[in-house]
């Protein structure tokens, strides 16, 4: 698909917009899975829905919301994923707008890939574009998934990669150094 600078754009428009499903208006809101059962937030009530569950950790995965979660972040790490395996062959793109798309793409699954391990702890890294998903990858460790993500902070930190003004809504430098120092 990526075959120019338009179809690479496109696909950058698509990794963000594939983002706005990790947060539904509801009981399976990313948000809550993030924050319940932490010092950020608890569900108090009894034992008897999706909130208390995530709060206590004791989902598992016959929960359909959690599966879904799980889905949707790793179909938006393979779109990050194709982008930056795409980005370096496309010509018709000056370096600093190539430099652009990656470090966005790399600070998205970076960003992705922290806040899974911060819910599932040890989980498969996925870091190469792939056609389907192998649901029999092994999990990594924890120290494998975190030299990904800083990995991928460092890159989309660096000088001349990321904008360091806003810009509607898109990764900026600042972004990638504020997710570095978590």
Same mark, same amino acid.
């Given at each position: 698909?990526?075959?120019?600078?338009?179809?690479?754009? &496109?696909? !950058? *428009?698509?990794?963000?917009s594939?983002?706005?499903?990790?947060?539904?208006?509801?009981?399976?809101?990313?948000?809550? +899975?993030?924050?319940?059962?932490?010092? =950020? !937030?608890?569900y108090?009530?009894?034992?008897?829905?999706?909130?208390?569950? *995530?709060?206590?950790?004791?989902?598992?995965?016959? $929960? =359909? /919301?959690?599966?879904k979660?799980? %889905?949707?972040? +790793?179909? @938006?790490?393979g779109?990050?994923?194709?982008?930056?395996e795409?980005?370096?062959?496309i010509?018709?793109?000056s &370096?600093? =707008?190539r430099?652009?798309?990656?470090g966005?793409?790399?600070?998205v699954?970076?960003?992705?890939?922290?806040?899974?391990?911060h819910?599932?702890?040890? !989980?498969?890294?996925?870091d190469? =574009?792939?056609? $389907?998903?192998? +649901?029999?990858?092994?999990? @990594?460790?924890?120290?494998?998934?975190?030299a990904l993500?800083? @990995?991928?902070l460092?890159?989309? /930190?660096?000088?001349?990669?990321?904008?360091t003004?806003?810009?509607d %809504?898109?990764?900026?430098?600042?972004?990638?150094?504020?997710?570095?120092g978590k």
């Amino acid at each position: 698909y990526y075959v120019d600078a338009k179809t690479l754009n &496109a696909g !950058l *428009v698509g990794l963000y917009s594939g983002l706005k499903d990790h947060f539904p208006v509801s009981t399976g809101t990313p948000v809550f +899975y993030f924050f319940t059962g932490t010092d =950020e !937030l608890c569900y108090r009530a009894a034992n008897t829905n999706i909130r208390s569950i *995530v709060d206590r950790h004791s989902y598992t995965t016959t $929960e =359909e /919301s959690v599966a879904k979660l799980w %889905g949707l972040y +790793y179909q @938006s790490i393979g779109r990050a994923n194709a982008l930056i395996e795409a980005a370096p062959g496309i010509t018709d793109i000056s &370096a600093g =707008e190539r430099n652009k798309v990656l470090g966005e793409a790399h600070f998205v699954r970076a960003w992705i890939y922290f806040q899974l391990v911060h819910f599932f702890g040890d !989980l498969p890294m996925i870091d190469k =574009e792939t056609k $389907e998903f192998d +649901y029999k990858v092994d999990r @990594s460790p924890l120290k494998d998934i975190y030299a990904l993500i800083v @990995s991928d902070l460092v890159f989309a /930190s660096g000088d001349d990669i990321l904008p360091t003004t806003i810009r509607d %809504g898109h990764a900026t430098h600042w972004g990638a150094k504020t997710l570095l120092g978590k």
